[in-house]
């Protein structure tokens, strides 16, 4: 899948109090607890369905809805995945913030092909629920990480 062909979404960043090792840590503690859930994961059809492969995440690596495209530690992981109503990637990165300090930023990009994948992005991104759920997931990261 080439990410930068897909259309970009949004993007949510947040400062944290840590060096982009133990962010790096945090995102991969924090993706095995979360991510889409084998349940909806299963409903909505996701290619990848369950967790699997190096911990932390590894390219090739798995999570319900996601697998890791590729990882460069401390520095971006990028996550891609696909449903019936989407095919999508999350990439995250990290930048230096100062001293003890770094900038995660999560980064969405998405096509939402057809009837039913323009209601998908209707009820999940135009909505407002997938930024509650991003802003969510950093926040995890940044608590996890602190």
């Known amino acids: 899948m080439e990410i930068a062909a897909l ?37 909505v059809g996701c290619a990848d369905r369950t967790a699997s492969g190096p911990r932390p995440p590894a390219e090739g690596s798995t999570m319900p809805g996601f697998r890791v495209a ?7 992981l990028v996550l891609i995945g696909r449903h019936y109503f989407s095919t999508y990637a999350l990439v995250f990165r990290l930048d230096e913030a100062g001293p003890g300090r770094t900038r995660l930023r999560a980064e969405t990009r998405a096509r939402f092909p057809g009837p039913g994948g ?11 629920g997938h930024a509650v759920l991003t802003g969510r997931l950093l926040s995890a990261i940044r608590r996890r990480a602190e």
């Not at 949004?10 to 840590?18: F, L, P, W």
């Not at 323009?118 to 407002?128: K, W």
């Open 7 to 43: 259309p970009y979404v949004d993007e949510h960043a947040t400062v944290i109090a840590a060096d982009a090792d133990a962010v790096w840590r945090g995102i991969g503690d924090v993706l095995d607890h979360s991510g889409l859930g084998p349940g909806y994961a299963r409903l």
């Open 70 to 76: 590729s990882a460069d530690p401390g520095r971006e």
């Open 118 to 128: 323009g209601l998908y992005r209707l009820l999940v991104v135009a909505s407002g």
